[in-house]
């Protein structure tokens, strides 16, 4: 990202001004990140109970898929509750199109009133196609998510049915979509994959760098660059099953060489999820000795405020709840384990003897 409009720099600055002296440094040893790693773990866990049962299982899986600690089961268990919960009602509304409307417009209220370049281009997107927020959105997200527990919903063809009848396909090459949607479009594609319902990677792939050439990158703002990287970790991280296996680096090499190309750009311009991210995606490749690794590690362990024990956002905000996302992916990033199956049935057999109302065993009829 050269050649940057004053106001975008300016921008820049703020996001990362800390981070951008970490070449000057001497190279930091694997036991300083783990110890900035332990930090930032020791704060969310002391307080994680004060978060949403949902941050609460994004927090418990990803740190459950490094460590294998069944201590993180708890709250993956409350967490597969709250999406029977969801999946039963979902199935309740589906067929009433005054419910899928009426939940559609609650979120598009939402964009509409926002100010900021990514509600704008949501709405833009999506305000036609409102059955995207039922289906995409939420439907096929709970449906893979349960899948990788080794569950599925008691009418699983009726849900199927439904989101065989969408057209995903025409969504994952619409540019518009892509420059609103780019990592939940990416996530689509292989949960799709996932469930057996269709291979659209190649598609989507090729239009998400369609979409945005490398020589524009100047002329993208930041969170047009910023939804663009999020594409591409994302392809990643949704082909690893969101850190249950390592992925193939010759499927990914384009994303790879991109950001070796960039990864300065990536540093000064974005925020700490895209550089934790980016950071990631060479771990899941098994290329933990990449310089991009440790020049994202070095960029995130700075980033660290050492009062508050965790990395506030771009802005300097702190909260605590807002902020669980980027400091999860910073303590796997400063003590990457490596990626691990499950739970689920196979694995844990003993945690699904019994399941949630609406949710049986994949293996059941």
Known sequence: MRNKPLAYIGIATIVVSSAAVYLLRQPTSPETYRDAATTVKQTYEQALFTLSPYKQGHFGLRMFRQTQDPKYLVVIQEDIGIMSIRLNQLHSDLDSQK?????????????????????????????????????????????????????????????????????????????TMIRAWAAQLANQVYWLKQLGMGDYVSEFTAALRETYPDHDDYRLSLQQYENKLYGMTHVIIADSGYYQRLVNVADHAWIYDYFRKNIEDIITYTKQDVIAEVGISFLLAGLDDDPVVYKTREAIRQSIDETAGRIPSASGNLDFSYGEHRNVLAIMLLDWQSPNPGPNTITHPKMFESTPFGLIKATEQ
């Open 99 to 175: 419910a899928m409307s009426q939940y559609a417009e609650q979120r598009l209220a939402q964009y509409r009133k926002g100010k900021d370049e990514r509600s704008k281009r949501r709405l833009v997107a999506t305000e036609d196609k409102p059955e995207y927020f039922y289906l995409g959105l939420d439907l096929l997200r709970y449906m893979a998510r349960v899948d990788d527990y080794g569950l599925k919903y008691k009418d699983d063809r009726t849900l199927r049915n439904y989101l065989e009848r969408y057209p995903f396909n025409t969504l994952f090459t619409d540019k």
